[in-house]
T-cell receptor, first 113, second 119 residues
């Protein structure tokens, strides 16, 4: 079965610093999703990547999917306290936009002011 | 944009009671709904897939008699935790999917989750 491995598991950065979170799949990805969550709350959709080499940006967050579609990275530029939370990568369990996802174990980000 | 409403957001009840959680897609018809469970400081684990009008498909290790799922319409799925015990305490979250991209962004939208605490 497919597995997603996220690294690092936790991260503490000083405000204003850049950071990168990685998500690696044991199999080729059909679709890769990045979400942000505060524990005990719902998921905030950040970005979806489907094509090899695809890169998307929203405000200070950039997500990339490698050409082989097995690894994705989430990069935050000039981090702010509002970026703190749990970042989850999710992947389609099969092709066809079924909506069924498997998730990485999450990366907890703390941003020190 | 697409909205999924999950209710209640929080429930506290005594051991042995049954608890029903509702998941509604408010502005789209969801052919499939998914139920996830999240333990503290852990990721979301898929529990079951719910298709309208048919029996739910449960993931390995999830007790179907413990977690009853009903998907009565294209906008409503319910998860009932039967005879709940403290070990069932967790954060439960649903998602609803149409089989194609919603708002051109993603094929599924998540509810805000339900925090279940069994005393």
């Amino acid at each position: 079965s497919q597995e997603l491995e996220q690294s690092p598991q936790s991260l503490i950065v000083q405000e204003g610093k850049n950071l990168t979170i990685n998500c690696t799949s044991s199999k080729t990805l059909y679709g890769l999703y990045w979400y942000k969550q505060k524990y005990g709350e719902g998921l905030i959709f950040l970005m979806m990547l489907q094509k090899g080499g695809e890169e998307k940006s929203h405000e200070k967050i950039t997500a990339k999917l490698d050409e082989k579609k097995q690894q994705s990275s989430l990069h935050i530029t000039a981090s702010q306290p509002s970026h703190a939370g749990i970042y989850l990568c999710g992947a389609d369990a099969s092709s066809g936009n079924t909506g069924k996802l498997i998730f990485g174990q999450g990366t907890t980000l703390q941003v020190k002011p | 944009g697409a909205v999924v409403s999950q209710h209640p957001s929080r429930v506290i009840c005594k051991s042995g009671t049954s608890v029903k959680i509702e998941c509604r897609s408010l502005d789209f018809q969801a052919t499939t709904m998914f139920w996830y469970r999240q333990f503290p400081k852990q990721s979301l684990m898929l529990m079951a897939t719910s298709n309208e009008g048919s029996k739910a498909t449960y993931e390995q290790g999830v007790e179907k008699d413990k977690f009853l799922i009903n998907h009565a319409s294209l906008t409503l799925s319910t998860l009932t935790v039967t005879s709940a015990h403290p070990e069932d305490s967790s954060f439960y979250i649903c998602s609803a999917a149409t089989g194609f991209l919603i708002d051109g962004n993603q094929p599924q939208h998540f509810g805000d989750g339900t925090r279940l605490s069994i005393l």
